[in-house]
Antibody, heavy 120, light 110 residues
Framework: QVQLQESGPGLVKPSQTLSLTCTVSGGSISSGGYYWSWIRQHPGKGLEWIGYIYYSGSTYYNPSLKSRVTISVDTSKNQFSLKLSSVTAADTAVYYCARGDFWSGYLDYWGQGTLVTVSS | QSALTQPASVSGSPGQSITISCTGT?????????VSWYQQHPGKAPKLMIY???NRPSGVPDRFSGSKSGNTASLTISGLQAEDEADYYCSSYTSSSTLLFGGGTKLTVL
C-alpha cells in the first residue's frame, strides 16, 4: 500500500520561500509509471493543481504558478519536494502531495495534507 | 487555464440518484478520456472515485458511475446514502500535459 506524507514548516513569512517535502513509502518513485504531484486547497475553496514531476526529473507546472514553483525529486530518499517563492497570504492553503498515473493523470494516492500559513 | 465548470451544489434524498456535471473544452475534457472524479469529506484528503471517465478503483461502490459526452463529463451516484454527503471534484488531463480541476460540487443528502 503506497503512502505519502507531507512535511515542512506550517508558517512562512511573506516574500519568503515555502518548502515542503513528500516522503513516499510502500513503493518506489524510481519504478516509473507515475507522476508525483502537488495540489493545494485554499481554506474553504476547491483544489488547485500545482505541478508534477517524473522520477527522471521532467516537470510540468500550472501556468499560473510556473514562475514561482520548483518541484524536484530525490530518488535516493524516495522523496519529492515543492518550493514556492515570493509567497503572500494568498498562498495560505492546505498542500497535498499525490501519486498520478503517467498516462491519464488520475491521482490515486494522496497524503493527508499539511496546512501552510503565510503570515508575518 | 480556467477551472472546469461544476455546479456549486446538488442535493438528493436517500435512495435517489444524482448527477454532477463537469464542463470543459476540447483541449481537456472533450479531447481525452482522462477525466477523474474525487470525493472529499471535511478535513480529509480527496479520494479517487472514478478514473478515465468511467472506471472505478477497487473498493469504490458500483453506485458510483461516470460518463462523458463531448466536452461534458458526469458523475452519477445512485441509491444515495448519507455517507455520500461530501464535496466532489472532477479533473481532466489537458493538451498542455497539465491537470485541471473543477470548482467542486457540494452534495447534500437530505
Amino acid at each position: 500500500q503506497v503512502q505519502l506524507q507531507e512535511s515542512g514548516p506550517g508558517l512562512v513569512k511573506p516574500s519568503q520561500t515555502l518548502s515542503l517535502t513528500c516522503t513516499v513509502s510502500g513503493g518506489s518513485i524510481s519504478s516509473g509509471g507515475y507522476y508525483w504531484s502537488w495540489i493545494r486547497q485554499h481554506p474553504g475553496k476547491g483544489l488547485e493543481w500545482i505541478g508534477y514531476i517524473y522520477y527522471s526529473g521532467s516537470t510540468y507546472y500550472n501556468p499560473s504558478l510556473k514562475s514561482r514553483v520548483t518541484i524536484s525529486v530525490d530518488t535516493s530518499k524516495n522523496q519529492f519536494s515543492l518550493k514556492l517563492s515570493s509567497v503572500t497570504a494568498a498562498d495560505t492553503a492546505v498542500y497535498y502531495c499525490a501519486r498520478g498515473d503517467f498516462w491519464s493523470g488520475y491521482l490515486d494516492y494522496w497524503g493527508q495534507g499539511t496546512l501552510v500559513t503565510v503570515s508575518s | 487555464q480556467s477551472a472546469l465548470t461544476q455546479p456549486a451544489s446538488v442535493s438528493g434524498s436517500p435512495g435517489q440518484s444524482i448527477t454532477i456535471s463537469c464542463t470543459g473544452t476540447s483541449s481537456d475534457v472533450g479531447g481525452y478520456n482522462y477525466v477523474s472524479w474525487y470525493q472529499q469529506h471535511p478535513g480529509k484528503a480527496p479520494k479517487l472515485m472514478i478514473y478515465e471517465v468511467s472506471n472505478r478503483p477497487s473498493g469504490v461502490p458500483d453506485r458510483f458511475s461516470g460518463s462523458k459526452s463531448g466536452n461534458t463529463a458526469s458523475l452519477t451516484i445512485s441509491g444515495l446514502q448519507a455517507e455520500d454527503e461530501a464535496d466532489y471534484y472532477c479533473s481532466s488531463y489537458t493538451s498542455s500535459s497539465t491537470l485541471l480541476f473543477g470548482g467542486g460540487t457540494k452534495l447534500t443528502v437530505l
